[in-house]
């Protein structure tokens, strides 16, 4: 398989605008869980900047668990998140749902973000596969290791070798966190494939109290990198509310996990 590591020994890196993710040191994405307002992703951009972040998400066509919740801005978000890069020079992710919709938010982004629902949609990771540009690969809510990396394959498999795998917490029949992070999958990966994983304690606990902890564990565990929600005012966040933390917060991580890379 084009994901093992028997096929390619050596760790992938992956050049985002110029920052190397997987290259030994820790990336740091983040931003908030939906794209809100212009003025709202530029302050959030600012902040991630300021502290210390490499690459800005933003949900701009949500994967929400109702249909009658906030269903994100659409095109309107990726330029949102377009003009954020403008003012930073940090590098934007956002999530694709649908084939058909690849190719207008490959236009925007610099790295795609397939959701844990879609991790399956074959046809949704071939066209991502041939997008050409980076895509980060969230694992599903029930997928075994096994599922996700042969996921990851159908994206090698267009001839895209820039896949960076997400473990985003699994489902267990723990109720005292959203879902369980599975930190066991970054030593596992790492063993079994040559691609770079990160980790999004975020969606993976749920709770903001717990955040930062689980950064902190996910990089001791060896991820490549992290992805967190954050918001200068989380209580407002208009998706994934309790999970969201705020710049102190969020400057209070990087620091920590920057800490514990350098001790490994
Ligand atoms: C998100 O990143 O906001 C998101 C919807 O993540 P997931 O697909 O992991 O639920
Ligand atoms: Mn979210």
Redesign the pocket.
């Known amino acids: 398989a084009l994901a093992s590591r028997e096929y390619k020994p050596q760790d992938t890196v992956i050049d985002v605008r110029g920052h190397k993710l997987g290259a030994g040191g820790v990336t740091i994405m983040a931003g908030p869980?939906s794209v809100e307002s212009l003025e709202n992703i530029v302050d959030v951009a600012k902040a991630v900047k300021r502290l210390g972040g490499h690459v800005l998400?933003g949900?701009a066509f949500?994967?929400r668990s109702s249909p009658y919740s906030f269903q994100g801005h659409g095109e309107e978000g990726l330029k949102m998140m377009a003009a954020a890069r403008e003012v930073t020079g940090l590098p934007i992710i956002s999530?694709v749902m649908e084939p058909g919709l690849v190719d207008l938010v490959a236009e925007y982004v610099d790295i795609l973000?397939i959701?844990?629902?879609n991790m399956q949609n074959y046809p949704l990771l071939r066209e991502a596969g041939r997008s050409g540009k980076p895509v980060l690969l969230?694992r599903g809510l029930s997928a075994t290791i096994e599922e996700w990396l042969m996921a990851a394959e159908y994206i090698l498999a267009q001839g895209n070798p820039n896949v960076i795998l997400?473990e985003?917490g699994i489902r267990t029949y723990e109720t005292a966190t959203r879902n369980t992070l599975d930190l066991n999958a970054v030593p596992v990966v790492k063993s079994l494939s040559h691609l770079p994983i990160i980790v999004?304690p975020s969606?993976g606990v749920g709770k903001r109290a717990f955040v930062r902890p689980m950064a902190r564990a996910g990089v001791a565990a060896g991820a490549d990198g992290v992805?967190v929600?954050i918001h200068p005012v989380p209580d407002k966040a208009m998706?994934?509310a309790a999970q969201t933390i705020d710049y102190e917060e969020f400057g209070r991580m990087v620091q920590e996990v920057n800490r514990v890379a350098s001790a490994l």
């Open positions: 869980c998400r949900g949500k994967p999530e973000q959701g844990a629902r969230k997400c985003r999004d969606h992805i929600e998706s994934d």
